[in-house]
């Protein structure tokens, strides 16, 4: 599941509640253009719910 930076999506109770179902994040911006918007939305709910590495998808090599 994307946290987006953007659009601040998904709220922190339903990424808490995905946690708990198990599922693996990743985060993203949806950027059309180069007006990056940071990571600070992805950043503040990795630190809100608890997040660690175990939670994130990483490709395989």
Do not use: H, Q
């Not at 953007?6 to 253009?33: L, M, Q």
């Amino acid at each position: 599941m994307e946290i987006n930076n953007r659009y601040e999506i998904p709220s922190a109770d339903f990424i808490k509640r995905a946690k708990k179902a198990g599922v693996s994040f990743t985060v993203g911006t949806n950027n059309a253009d180069e007006n990056f918007s940071g990571a600070k939305y992805a950043l503040d709910m990795i630190k809100k719910c608890n997040l660690t590495e175990s939670d994130f998808w990483l490709p395989v090599k």
